[in-house]
């Protein structure tokens, strides 16, 4: 990391969204099998266990991330798993154990969200395609912070109109998205010691959004 900066574990990430009013898949700490377990069963089947770490932000390029958890034995046996792989691949990595979190249903889409500091505009929100989609096809709007809810309805609008009725978009309730990134631009307001936030992936409802991923650097 960083000299003058630091990581944000997701689980911090989810208290700071929470906050904030923007909606997340639940999820606890689990530090052995057992408690995983028990926070799967708490959460309700099937759940996703990610390994906890300040240090690592790409989990799944590291066997962090188990998914499509249907049992206990099967939170056992991952959470074991998913610490023994991180710790060969990342000996010196902090691990505060794993978050086991609710596996969030299909939605209409997938978006990104997220905010960074601009050398020429100063503070700003990206929204645009997200999940395996981001890299690929990079469609993606700025705006400048605070985003109020006309700019940001434009936002969606933009994207929506270049997607077309792909993966969902032609369905997708403008208004509804338009209302996260506004509350997610009050959040990056109102704590500018937060160099960046990335949302990845937001999954879309026709009510609702919920974050599945959730990455964040302080400055100190």
């Known amino acids: ?3 003058g900066y630091r990581n944000l574990s997701e689980a911090e990430m989810y208290r700071l969204l929470a906050g904030a009013g923007i909606g997340t898949v639940p999820s606890e700490v689990a530090t052995t099998p057992e408690e995983a377990v028990r926070a799967a069963e708490s959460i309700g089947y099937p759940v996703v266990c990610k390994i906890l770490s300040p240090d690592i ?3 799944s390029k590291l066997g962090g991330v ?9 939170v056992r046996v991952a959470f074991s798993r998913i610490l023994s792989s991180v710790g060969r691949a990342r000996p010196e990595a902090r691990i505060e154990g794993c978050l086991v979190c ?3 249903p299909k939605g209409l889409a997938e978006i990104i969200i997220g905010s960074s500091v601009d050398e020429e505009f100063g503070p700003v929100v990206m929204f ?15 705006g400048s912070i605070p985003v109020d809810l006309e700019d940001a309805t434009r936002m969606v609008r933009r994207v929506q109109k270049t997607m077309g009725a ?11 998205v338009a209302g996260l990134i506004h509350r997610f ?18 999954i879309v409802y026709e009510d609702r959004c919920v974050v599945v991923d959730a990455k964040g650097t302080l400055c100190q």
């Open 1 to 3: 990391m960083t000299e």
């Open 57 to 59: 932000l790409h989990k």
């Open 66 to 74: 188990a998914m499509d958890l249907y049992s206990a034995d099967q």
């Open 102 to 104: 609710g596996q969030a």
């Open 128 to 142: 645009g395609v997200g999940g395996e989609f981001a890299e690929v096809l990079r469609k993606v709007e700025f």
């Open 166 to 176: 792909a993966q969902g978009w032609g369905r997708m309730n403008p208004l509804v």
């Open 185 to 202: 631009s009050q959040l990056a307001s109102a704590h500018p010691e937060t160099e960046s936030i990335d949302l990845n992936p937001v």
